[in-house]
């Protein structure tokens, strides 16, 4: 796993997914609710770029089965969680211009709210025919919070009702109903949610369904000594 700190030159600024209006949005959306949702938020061209991107990396067998947890509390369930992954370097073109649209969301909710973003971590993530995900919150109970911010963009070609894998949303840690929300895997939608309230699940998929899941985090240093990931 690689933290994203990307090397712009200086006096540049990032490359954006969509304009300020929408990105305002976005925002207050994210600190009304918790939570998020852009549809056809990804260009085009960087959809199918990124499609092609972790297509390739299948063929190659370079997804590597999705754990839980981190360190020594990491493991592997798959009656929790189906899915392959490849976390992204920045390297291929496709994968740093994700994470220049993703450098300027960080700095836009940070100017927004205030919330002291400092780093990005993001994965392709591609489910099997029968993958899935079961309810769970994305910050870890064993660890000093960092992840603050979750950020989810799907690939898919023809999406399709009855395709399953939708992504089903809880208002927080305590809601037993129904999802608030589920949202359907389209390609180039994008979703953001606060990491340590907003539960979600994964539904069992029909076909293989593609995307890209990423963080932004805090720095969890403890008295002012910063604590780089690494």
């Not at 009304?32 to 549809?39: D, S, T």
């Not at 369904?209 to 720095?219: D, E, K, Q, S």
Request: proline share 7%; aromatic share 8%; hydrophobic share 45%.
């Amino acid at each position: 796993m690689a933290d994203m700190a990307l090397d712009l030159p200086a006096g540049s600024a990032p490359a954006p997914f969509f304009g300020d209006n929408r990105t305002a949005a976005l925002i207050e959306d994210l600190a009304a609710r918790g939570w998020a949702h852009a549809e056809a938020a990804l260009p085009d061209a960087l959809t199918h770029a990124l499609r092609l991107r972790l297509e390739t990396l299948d063929a190659a067998d370079a997804l590597k089965p999705a754990a839980i947890g981190r360190g020594d509390s990491q493991i592997r369930a798959a009656a929790i969680r189906r899915t392959q992954i490849r976390w992204l370097e920045g390297k291929d073109p496709a994968e740093r211009a994700f994470l220049e649209g993703c450098e300027s969301l960080r700095r836009e909710i940070n100017r927004t709210l205030f919330a002291g973003l400092f780093e990005f971590e993001a994965h392709f993530a591609r489910y099997p025919t029968g993958g899935h995900y079961a309810r769970h919150l994305d910050a870890f109970a064993d660890r000093p919070r960092d992840r603050v911010v979750s950020l989810v963009a799907w690939l898919n070609r023809d999406w399709q009702a009855g395709d399953g894998g939708e992504l089903d949303l809880w208002s927080g840690p305590d809601d037993t109903d129904p999802p608030v929300a589920t949202l359907p895997p389209r390609g180039g939608d994008l979703l953001l949610m606060m990491s340590e309230t907003i539960p979600h699940a994964v539904r069992e998929t029909v076909r293989p369904r593609l995307g890209l899941a990423g963080w932004f985090r805090i720095n969890p240093g403890v008295g002012g000594v910063l604590d780089p990931a690494g």
